[in-house]
């Protein structure tokens, strides 16, 4: 017969708690201005490898075994910085490695900053100011904003929540929880997966002077958000009350887009929301056809976005309740 012993759960409760609290205190506060964030040290770190590697080491084999170095160092760096700061926290006290491990868990989660960077743009719209709008846009994407009209605002602002939704909140949160069921703990595999993004972001372009240098990183970061991803994608088919279908349109258009992953995001969006995304996109003054995406049912509105960021918290949502509900689980059948 099983024996549950609430003291016992509640020495091992905490692994919960953590990721609880981590995901509130991102909903409720984010980053907060001034603060020293960890990616800020992982860009420091990347800029003062990268640029002395393009200057002296010669494109092709060099800067590929370059590439592999960085990747790994700061990937397994973070990583082991993450757990010996835990551990010196729980050290000191237990109470205090709990919200040590809140913190850098909340850091690596970017739900409140998407919500914040999405309610930014568009603001100035609901005054028609779009001068402004393209102005606040050109901070969170790659693509030239100068001429966008609002329906071409609208869709660049719903490709960027639709695809940073994997990369800056379930992937790491998937990571945390995995690791939250290992003796490591949430913090190192978030850190590490955190780590992999940031150099996916900042090196993994296939353009000089990165071809080589971010080659390795670009690929280990597109198989490390391959399933994250797609677990993603058919959360919100469930969650979307029309699952055949949209997974229908998720399988149609997700493997248009160049990227493994964000094509399948972004198809999700656009089949829960009947939108298209895709279309044509100017970079530097290059024009670039994106593959279309999804249905023109219906208009990109800011209510459709507003609406995109409701999924992906109900998305947070439910893995936090199955991480904690597996937690228990395991806790009961080891008691």
């Known amino acids: 017969m099983l024996k549950f012993e609430f003291s ?6 905490p692994s919960s708690l953590i990721l609880l609290l981590a995901a509130f205190e991102d909903y409720l506060v984010g980053d907060p201005w001034g603060w020293y964030h960890p990616v800020r040290a992982m860009g420091l770190a990347i800029q003062v490898y990268s640029q002395p590697a393009i200057k002296w080491l010669s494109p092709g084999l060099q800067r590929r075994l370059a590439g592999i170095g960085l990747g790994l160092g700061l990937i397994i760096g973070s ?3 993450g757990w010996y700061t835990v551990i010196v926290a729980n050290w000191l006290q237990p109470i205090v490695g709990i919200i040590v491990q809140v913190i850098i868990l909340a850091s690596c989660l970017a739900g409140r900053s998407l919500a914040m960077a999405a309610q930014d743009v568009m603001a100035p719209l609901q005054s028609e100011d779009l001068a402004l709008a393209r102005s606040r846009l050109s901070r969170y994407v790659g693509r030239d904003t100068a001429h966008l009209s609002q329906s071409e605002i609208l869709r660049a602002l719903l490709e ?9 909140v379930t992937a790491p949160l998937f990571y945390a929880i995995i690791g939250s069921f290992t003796p490591l703990g949430a913090v190192p595999l978030a850190l590490a997966y955190k ?4 150099l996916d972001s900042m090196v993994g372009y296939r353009r000089e002077p990165y071809t080589d240098l971010g080659w390795f990183s670009a690929q280990l970061e597109d198989r490390l958000t391959w399933l994250p991803c797609r677990l993603t994608v058919i959360s919100l088919c469930l969650i ?7 997974w229908h349109i998720c399988r149609r258009d997700g493997v248009k887009d160049a990227s493994p992953n ?13 939108v298209q995304l895709g279309g044509q996109n100017i970079y530097r003054g290059i024009v670039s056809e ?9 208009a990109i509105s800011r209510e459709k976005i507003t609406l995109a960021l409701t999924l992906t918290r109900y998305c947070c949502l439910a893995w936090l309740a199955l991480a904690i509900a597996l937690h228990l689980l395991v806790q009961i059948l080891s008691t």
Not at 290 to 298: D, N, R, T
């Open 79 to 81: 990583a082991i910085v």
């Open 240 to 246: 979307s009350g029309r699952p055949q279908e949209v």
């Open 8 to 13: 016992s759960f509640w020495h091992n409760f």
């Open 160 to 168: 960027t929540v639709a695809e940073n939704t994997v990369d800056g």
């Open 262 to 274: 964000s094509g399948w995001s972004e198809a999700a969006y656009a089949a829960i929301l009947r």
């Open 290 to 298: 994106k593959p279309l995406l999804g249905e023109p049912i219906e």
């Open 195 to 198: 780590a992999a993004s940031t």
